[in-house]
């Protein structure tokens, strides 16, 4: 039986802290409560712990501001002259204007990013980026086939009833063409292996 996670501050040593998985945000929740520093990777926050339980504390840095570049950071002004990035500092900006904190950029902002660097837009603003963060700009949409494949995959995986299957890959990537290529949500269900079953066992011979 796996064991049940305790509190972080029922945890003696790293080495049981060790036996458990943390999310990121989890981890950085932990050090800000310990006044540690808390603003980094996943890998940099568990050794930042690891040193907490040694004795060792690494405390929460004090970032300097640049003043002139914050005060030059407007609306109108262009990702590519404002040293934009997705750093603690345009997270802090886009908190103040958005009210939302902690701000987490998304998907569709990241793939805007990417497009804008490419075609070396100078024209789109943090004004336009506002815009895909809200859902109101088609500029540059996030291809998330991937993740739901990938989701698709486990589920199929994951029903009893496609257990018979020796190659699951290819049966489950058979109802997946027949998905993707039609309206329907994108979401495994056994009656879609009941649906396209002959096509299977057709794909399987």
């Known amino acids: 039986m796996k064991d049940i996670r305790p509190d972080f ?3 003696k040593s790293f080495e049981e802290f060790n036996r458990y998985y943390w999310y990121r945000e989890e981890l950085s929740q932990i050090c800000k409560s310990l006044g540690l520093e808390y603003r980094s990777t996943k890998q940099e926050l568990n050794h930042i712990i690891e040193q907490y339980f040694k004795r060792n504390r690494i405390e ?3 970032r300097k501001v640049n003043k ?3 005060e030059a950071i407007t609306l109108n002004s262009p990702l590519l002259e404002c040293g934009f990035s997705f750093n603690q500092k345009f997270r802090e900006y886009f908190s103040v204007v958005t009210g ?3 701000f987490k950029f998304n998907a569709d902002m990241a793939t805007a990013w990417r497009k804008v ?3 070396n837009d100078l024209n789109f603003t943090i004004q336009d980026m506002l815009k895909v963060y809200y859902g109101e700009s088609d500029y540059a949409k996030y291809d998330n086939s991937a993740c739901q494949w990938n989701q698709f995959l486990k589920d199929f995986c994951l029903d009893k009833c496609s257990n018979h299957y ?6 489950a990537a058979t109802i997946w063409k027949e998905v993707r290529d039609s309206k329907n949500e994108k979401v495994y269900s056994r009656e879609l292996l009941k649906k396209y079953e ?3 066992e057709e794909y399987h011979k």
């Open 9 to 11: 501050k029922d945890i």
């Open 60 to 62: 929460k840095s004090v």
């Open 68 to 70: 002139k570049l914050a």
């Open 100 to 102: 939302v904190d902690p």
């Open 117 to 119: 660097k490419a075609e």
């Open 166 to 171: 020796s190659d699951k890959l290819k049966a």
């Open 198 to 200: 002959d096509k299977i």
